[in-house]
C-alpha cells in the first residue's frame, strides 16, 4: 500500500518564485512550494507574509519594487495577461500620455469567464503571438508594433499617437513599413512627405 509522501515546505522555492515576481507569489506557487493554504494562514499570523490581493500574496522582507503593481495584476491574470494600450505606451516611454487604469490584454477564452477584475484594470481580449510580447522588467507588455496598432484601433487622441509614432521610428523601434495600419490612421495629422 502506498502511502502519500508529504512535502516539506520549502523557503528556498517559495522564494525563488517571488524574487522573480518582485516579491510576490501566488497560492498555486506557494503549493508548489510545499505550502498548505493553513501554514499561509499561520504565515500571515505571524506576518511573514501579507495578503495583497486574493490568491497573490508578498514577502514582508523583500524590499518594495517599482514594477509591484503591475507584477501583482500579472498574477491575478495567472500570469496569462499582457500590459497593452495606453499603459504599454507609457511602459516604453513612447508618449506622454498618462492612462488613469492599467490595461492587460487577456486571451480570447477568458472573455467568457466570470472575473471579479480589480478596479484599476482595463481588460482587452486577444490571442496575442509571442511575436507581438517583449518584457518590460519583469512582466509582459506588447512590442512597440503591436502597441501603435492596438493605440491606432482604440482611437487614442492624435496627439499622443503621433507622439508615439515618432518617437518609435526616430528610436528605431520599427521599421515606417510595419505600422502602416497607424500611418493610415494618422494621415490626416502628418506632413506631406
Do not use: C
Amino acid at each position: 500500500m502506498e502511502t502519500e509522501q508529504v512535502r516539506r515546505p520549502s523557503w528556498d522555492q517559495l522564494f525563488e518564485f517571488a524574487v522573480a515576481q518582485a516579491g510576490l507569489f501566488t497560492t498555486k506557487q506557494a503549493a508548489e512550494a510545499g505550502y498548505s493554504p493553513q501554514l499561509l494562514v499561520h504565515y500571515l499570523r505571524i506576518r511573514r507574509i501579507v495578503r495583497v490581493q486574493r490568491g497573490v500574496y508578498r514577502l514582508v522582507h523583500y524590499p518594495l519594487a517599482d514594477d509591484e503593481q503591475y507584477v501583482m495584476l500579472w498574477l491575478w491574470s495567472e500570469q496569462q495577461g499582457v500590459f497593452s494600450h495606453q499603459t504599454a505606451l507609457r511602459m516604453q516611454g513612447l508618449s506622454d500620455v498618462l492612462p488613469s487604469r492599467i490595461d492587460m490584454t487577456l486571451p480570447l477564452a477568458w472573455k467568457k469567464r466570470r472575473l471579479r477584475v480589480p478596479s484599476e484594470l482595463i481588460l482587452h481580449y486577444a490571442d496575442l503571438p509571442k511575436t507581438d510580447r517583449t518584457w518590460w522588467s519583469s512582466v509582459p507588455m506588447t512590442n512597440t508594433r503591436r502597441t501603435l496598432s492596438d493605440n491606432a484601433a482604440a482611437h487614442l487622441s492624435p496627439e499622443f499617437l503621433l507622439q508615439a509614432f515618432h518617437q518609435a521610428l526616430y528610436r528605431g523601434k520599427v521599421a515606417r513599413s510595419d505600422i502602416q495600419d497607424v500611418e493610415q490612421v494618422l494621415k490626416p495629422y502628418l506632413e506631406p512627405a
